[in-house]
């Protein structure tokens, strides 16, 4: 069977900068979607906020504020639909 829809689910993060006061592309981290269905943007929310934890204490990621957006996206990489998003201070 064949979808439009990429099986995994991505979560698109931005860090802020001091200097334009605004998120500026930091990376994207895949992950395998969640084994059972999620119920609405809180749930999504705190799904992705225990990825970036362990991607962020895997990876070092200095501390500072960042921003995300949970999406799922088709084959070729763009966005189909946002799940949830928001903003995540991360202590390091």
């Known amino acids: 069977m064949s979808s439009a829809v990429s ?3 991505w979560i698109d993060v931005g860090m802020w900068s001091g200097l ?3 998120p ?3 990376t994207d981290v895949e992950c395998d979607p969640p084994g059972q269905p999620l119920d609405g943007s ?3 929310r705190n799904w992705a906020l225990d990825h970036l934890t362990k991607v962020a204490a895997q990876d070092s990621w200095q501390p500072g504020r960042y921003h995300f957006t949970v999406e799922r996206r088709d084959p070729s990489g763009r966005p189909l639909d946002s799940l949830a998003h928001g903003i995540w201070e991360w202590a390091g």
């Open 7 to 9: 099986e995994a689910v």
């Open 20 to 22: 334009s006061g605004k």
């Open 24 to 26: 500026q592309p930091f």
């Open 42 to 44: 809180p749930a999504w």
